[in-house]
């Protein structure tokens, strides 16, 4: 099918959002009011602050402060992918804390593991699928990508799977692929606007108080209170924590660290049980190839097929603006990539189409930090992989709060900081033309130029 004709009804809008599920907003904050923590963020790492915190301590006053809707932003937008991962993937990790990777691998999928279990406990009904993702090759050097850490995988007790092309074909089947790795236990599928919404819910039956509708428009801190001050009033805690992700930040320092990137998604119709045994996708897994510039793709629950990733977009200045949120030709290059992926689902067309930031730094994972004298707390630079990391994160922002030394923080991960971005015009031409190499490395067989091969060398390794 011509992509503009399968584009031509898809709604300009994300489909996890488009929803009856969706509940009406909780209430403005309206004048002032005190509380022992203010969670400023309701997204996900600020919605399991909030709900964590009441669980330590139930007696504890938390106040959580969302400019928008609850799940709005990154959040409700995402590809609904929740991973074990807490480092972007194992090989991000190993690059990084090679020595920690054991510990980093095991906390991640106990991470997954309490998710799962929260669930459960809370009745969270969000369509949450632990069946896996599968890493597949489309070229040649992709494979030997997907082999290089299999000694590691079997070393660690990682639950993968090694394909060859006829058995990652008989998982989801596309001519393009040449082999894969399924990762069995690491990974689950959830919609997530209805997990967003059920921890807002989770949250509000533990007593947590929720505005929407709130931006927080400045910060003063007296020495012992910080104030928050939103349109229509104000709340005053003695401890804060930043769930904010890319947007403006109230703590100054971040600006250096974090920049927005931007994400485009199709979603397709539902698939006719026909169509669906074309692609034989009987297990369900999430999928991503193993590009520089990668796809990522799922079924949803009604048997839609999201479709994601590829182009990375920074727009120079770092801006980030509603209009960014569409961009059609690059709808249009990932429904070709679509029909090139499954060309036995030729008439599929698609229903919805969106984009939206997401906040990355150069480290490619979270980065955790204090500021007003430990008593605010901050975690950011998730980078697209932020639906399951960002448990832990908020774990880590209440232990710190707590003053606590953990096994969390004591993580290196944790305790260092991302190299930080020069300041722009100079940051919009270094992410160019990083880009503009990426896609060059992909073109040749994943050869990096020296310019990339400069940045692995930094510590940074910018592979997506």
């Known amino acids: 099918m011509d992509p503009l004709q399968a584009l031509a009804d898809a709604e300009r809008r994300p489909y996890w959002l488009d929803s009856p599920f969706r509940p009406e907003p909780a209430p403005r904050l309206a004048g002032d009011t005190t509380a022992d923590l203010v969670v400023v963020g309701g997204g996900f790492s600020g919605l399991w602050t909030a709900l964590m915190a009441k669980e330590r301590d139930p007696s504890i006053d938390v106040v959580l402060l969302e400019g928008r809707r609850i799940g709005w932003a990154a959040s409700g937008r995402n590809g609904g992918f929740c991973m074990a ?27 997954l593991d309490e998710i799962e279990r929260t669930l459960w406990r809370y009745r969270i009904d969000c369509s949450f699928e632990r ?32 394909l060859d092309r006829d058995q990652v ?21 959830v919609d997530p606007a209805r997990l967003a919404w059920g921890l807002r819910d989770a949250c509000l039956r533990l007593g947590v108080r929720v505005h929407e509708r709130s931006p927080v428009r400045s910060l003063h801190d007296d020495g012992t209170t910080i104030t928050l001050r939103t349109p229509y009033g104000t709340a005053a805690a003695r401890q804060v924590a930043l769930g904010t992700g890319v947007f403006p930040p109230l703590l100054r320092r971040l600006r250096h660290f974090v920049v927005p990137v931007y994400d485009y998604v199709l979603m397709t119709e539902p698939l006719t049980p026909a169509q669906l045994a074309e692609v034989n996708w009987s297990n369900r897994q999430g ?15 009604d048997n839609r097929i999201l479709w994601g990733g590829y182009d990375a977009v920074y727009y120079n200045g770092g801006l980030v603006r509603q209009e960014y949120d569409q961009r059609d030709a690059t709808f249009v290059k990932l429904a070709e990539h679509f029909y090139a992926t499954f060309p036995q689902l030729a008439n599929v067309r698609f229903s919805h189409r969106w984009g939206g930031v997401i906040d990355t ?7 955790y930090g204090r500021a007003h004298g430990g008593r605010l707390v901050y975690a950011a630079g998730f980078t697209g992989m932020g639906v399951g990391a960002t448990r832990f994160g908020a774990n880590v922002m209440l232990d710190l709060l707590a003053g606590e030394r953990t096994e969390r923080t004591e993580l290196r991960m944790v305790k260092e900081k991302p190299i930080p971005f020069p300041p722009e015009p100079v ?33 940074l390794g910018f592979d997506s």
């Open 287 to 301: 999928v991503g190839d193993s590009g520089n510039r990668f796809h990522y793709y799922r079924l949803t629950d």
């Open 427 to 459: 940051r919009s031409g270094v992410i160019q033309f990083t880009r503009w190499s990426i896609a060059r490395a992909d073109r040749h067989q994943g050869r990096r130029n020296l310019w990339l091969r400069a940045l692995d060398r930094m510590g």
């Open 169 to 189: 074909r008989a998982q989801v089947d596309s001519p393009t692929y040449l082999g894969g790795l399924w990762e069995r236990s690491g990974c689950a599928m």
């Open 85 to 111: 991962t807490l480092t972007h993937g194992l090989a991000n990790g190993l690059e990084r804390w090679p020595e920690e990777i054991d510990r980093l691998e095991r906390m991640g999928v106990t991470n």
């Open 361 to 367: 730094c150069s480290r490619f994972s979270a980065f």
């Open 131 to 162: 069946t896996g993702e599968l890493h597949v090759a489309t070229e040649p050097w992709q494979l030997d990508g997907l082999n290089e850490h299999q000694e590691l995988i079997d070393e660690l007790g990682l639950d993968y799977v090694p």
